[in-house]
């Protein structure tokens, strides 16, 4: 199944919406209202995490937003930034909970090493889900390192750039509500300055001129 | 197990005729169900006689019978003696039985232990378990009860899920069970046999781009007469949800496709789907798909079908304002409910009597439930005055139980139970209503039995093992319809 979307298939009033209603809805809540977290056990309004379930990804033209926690491959702390700036980059977002998305980072390498040359290629784990079992909070990023190093293997990647982001889905702050992304793999094509050139949701039948 | 005066002088005269027999020896000193006469706490619990009750624990991967009349388990079955490493028994729906202390029948499913409760994304943990659906057997005619495996469905259909499992009632009554998945977005429906047929299986799939659902009607191997989704063959994401990961992000064609549940007097079942806030109503007569619910408050009462092409019906499903977890009618089946809930948390009331489902209207909504706790699961009376609804929570909340009155759809009633609540079912004399709770498969964990007229807990008995279903044994046909297949 091929699930693609580019700038011209967006709906710039739906964003607009969208936006709108995120924004006043954060905006009408008082201060100090809780917002949905995993401490209290307090659940999201629509409002709170973009108006519906399936919101749109980071469209195209603007800067995708990268000031989220992502931790290397050795469990340090990266600036997300640093790592796409300056570069024309692909950012790829997947879960190890979702085989479809794993198993196409071996192909969207595959595929960047032969028809997309000096592409910056950076995967991003964007869940600790179930890491926290064996050790509590201190092991969630141990943990989910040592899944990324066991795909890494197991998919025979290449590529060293491969980090972890935390994400609360409940959250108004959470990765995947910040960037839209309800679908994985999401990939995002990045001109040099960050911004989105291409939005790709979904396995890719990937040709020459996609990147 | 102790033995009362009563039982001990029974005992001791059998003994005594036969001349040479212990006690120890004796068939009716050690009957296989025990008569609690003379114990401190017979008269509390005899009033549930009639009544066994079917316990799968999650996390202790194992199925209990439990006499709720004396307390006592008449029988356990572990599914490791099935040769599963660490087997996860989710769901579990019984065949009717006049006398269930001698024996019925019942399905359980199963799935792997990969969920937020354990590290999925360690190597160490993705094969342990798996996807099971069993028709199994309690056998309580002997001297010695037991629950034995009949049919390992998944292997004899090809096709494993590892979610609700109901059976069907009204027009399709002694004819049909439905399992379900939202791993794998299916769903499949078998005759009752001992070793099952296929009647019909769906595959839910959404189209992220053209905001379009697809419904499916898959089939098995032309040569085998199987499908090829045995274990994890099929499965879309390595754990089912949980409440709120609707929100997470997964595969993008997931929709999180829950339970089918039966309409107890029209011929139509409904195909739960989580993540979309809809339920696809099929016509059990063609398994045809007539209509796609959409039950969010500010949604419209249905979603237009696109086109139909072979066997896919093609819905538009251009927004979703929330997920929704269980939904099913209510006894009498004028009414069908839905759980609402992670965005909204209200629980949507449709008319269900018309013949065409694209009819059904949502007439009010049960509100009031706030941003803690989420209408999950609902439990069913025999004259349909009440629908009881369990309101889940996250840590560190509880959650609680409520009862809603179905001429006002007002709550007029609701319990902290305990600690992560979880399914509802009504004894068979319809006084009762049981529910567990499973604490977080960790903590306390225990079954609360609800007065239904007077709304006091009557019972509260231990349950280790994290129960995270169960059901009463219905004594007829009928009263299956106020089990677990109208409503999960």
Known sequence: MKLQVRHDRSSGRIKAACAFVSLTGLLALPMGSALADSKDGTFPTAEQVGGQVYIDPVAVGQKLPTDFDTYDMNGQKVDLGSVVQGRRSLVVFFISAVPVSVNELAAIEDFTQKNAKGINLVMVNADTVGAALMGGPKAVIPNSVKTMHFIKKEKNLKTTKIYVAPNDALSADGVSTRLGIRGLPTSFLLDEKGVVQKVFVGPQKWKKGDI | ?488
Not at chain 2, 115 to 132: H, I, L, M
Not at chain 2, 176 to 197: E, R
Not at chain 2, 278 to 291: L, S
Request: proline share 6%; charged share 20%; glycine share 10%.
């Open chain 2, 1 to 488: 197990m102790s033995i009362n005066r009563r039982q001990f002088m029974k005992g001791a005269v059998a003994a005594g005729v036969a001349g040479s027999a212990t006690m120890l020896n004796s068939g009716s000193a050690f009957a296989a169900v025990h008569n609690p006469v003379g114990e401190a706490q017979a008269e509390l619990f005899g009033k549930f006689k009639g009544n066994v009750v079917l316990l799968p624990s999650k996390y202790g991967g194992y199925v209990q019978a439990m006499d709720l009349s004396v307390p006592e388990t008449l029988a356990w079955y572990s599914y490791g003696l099935h040769g599963i490493d660490m087997p996860i028994p989710h769901h579990i729906a019984s065949m009717p039985s006049a006398d269930p202390y001698k024996g019925f029948d019942f399905y359980q499913t199963m799935q792997p232990p990969a969920s937020p409760y354990v590290n999925e994304n360690s190597p160490e943990w993705r094969n342990r378990g798996d996807f099971k659906m069993f028709k199994m057997r309690y056998d309580g005619s002997g001297k010695q009860n037991s629950i034995s495996v009949v049919n390992d469905i998944g292997e004899t259909t090809g096709m494993s899920l590892g979610v609700h499992v109901s059976i069907g009632v009204g027009e399709n009554a002694n004819k049909y069970v439905a399992f379900a998945d939202g791993q794998k977005d299916m769903v499949l429906i078998t005759d009752l046999g001992d070793v099952p047929k296929t009647v019909k299986a769906f595959r839910c799939d959404y189209d992220p781009i053209a905001r379009q659902l697809n419904i499916s009607h898959i089939f098995p191997d032309a040569t085998t007469g199987k499908f090829d989704f045995v274990g994890r063959k099929g499965m879309k994401t390595t754990h089912e949800a949980m409440l709120g990961e609707e929100l997470m992000p997964a595969d993008p064609t997931a929709v999180f496709v829950d339970a089918f549940t039966w309409h107890p007097t029209l011929p139509f079942g409904a195909i739960l789907i989580r993540r979309l806030g809809c339920c696809a109503i099929v016509d059990t007569r063609t398994w045809e798909v007539v209509a796609l619910l959409s039950t969010a408050k500010g949604s419209p009462d249905n979603f237009p079908l696109v086109k139909q092409t072979g066997f896919t019906w093609t819905f538009a499903v251009p927004s979703v304002l929330t997920p929704l977890h269980e939904a099913g009618f209510i006894t009498s089946g004028d009414y069908f409910v839905a759980c609402n809930n992670v965005l909204q948390n209200n629980i949507a009331v449709y008319r269900s009597t018309d013949e065409n489902p694209n009819k059904w209207k949502k007439e009010t909504f049960v509100e009031g439930f706030g941003t803690k706790y989420l209408p999950l699961h609902m439990g069913n009376v025999p004259d349909s005055r009440f629908v009881y609804f369990t309101m889940w929570a996250r840590k560190p909340n509880n959650g609680y139980i409520c009862k809603v009155d179905s001429k006002t759809w007002q709550v007029v009633a609701k319990w902290d139970t305990g600690p992560d609540p979880h399914t509802c079912d009504c004894t068979v004399d319809g006084k009762y209503m049981t529910t567990v709770y499973s604490g977080h498969q960790a903590g306390q964990s225990g079954l609360v039995v609800l007065n239904v007229e007077n709304d006091k807990i009557e019972a509260r008995l231990p349950c280790p093992g994290g129960m995270h279903d169960h059901v009463v044994v219905p004594e007829s046909w009928e009263g299956l319809k106020f089990s677990r297949s109208t409503s999960v």
